[in-house]
């Protein structure tokens, strides 16, 4: 049946000590959201570029993950948050459709993750990208709700 279904998902990405001094948090503490502590790298700031490539690769899911329907969605959200040198990436999508969203949420925050990776890897590569869970999801024969997960 044609619902509206979301999803979100939820990935991380550590920093090493030598990337949080290289953007000035050598004593970074609590919740830093990033509308106020932007990182700025040489191709310029790195959780907003991050938050349009997470947008851009859920929208393009269908066309990296074989079998995979292509789908309208009605929205894609990208939250980034800095918490001492753990960056917090969640992507959440949202679908009027006969299907679920899960796989665009999932590679929204890895797609995300990749970029800040890319952005951050002249600095360190010893940069890590941790577990991309699926935290939620709604509308469809399933709900699922993975909340502590994380």
Do not use: W
């Not at 953007?23 to 570029?49: D, N, V, W």
């Not at 890319?118 to 939620?136: E, P, Q, R, W």
């Amino acid at each position: 049946a044609i619902t509206t279904r979301t999803a979100k998902a939820r990935t991380t990405v550590i920093f090493p000590p030598e990337v949080m001094e290289a953007f000035g948090f050598r004593h970074a503490s609590g919740k830093q959201q990033q509308e106020q502590h932007e990182l700025m790298g040489p191709k310029g700031p790195i959780f907003a570029t991050a938050k349009v490539a997470g947008i851009m690769g859920a929208k393009r899911t269908a066309d990296l993950i074989p079998l995979c329907h292509p789908l309208p969605l009605d929205r894609v959200h990208i939250d980034i948050i800095l918490e001492d040198n753990t960056a917090t990436i969640e992507c959440e999508c949202r679908v009027t459709h006969k299907t679920g969203v899960e796989m665009e949420a999932l590679t929204g925050a890895t797609v995300a993750a990749l970029t800040i990776y890319d952005m951050c890897k002249a600095v360190s590569h010893n940069i890590k990208i941790g577990d991309t869970v699926l935290i939620s999801k709604s509308g469809g024969k399933r709900t699922v709700d993975n909340q502590s997960l994380v």
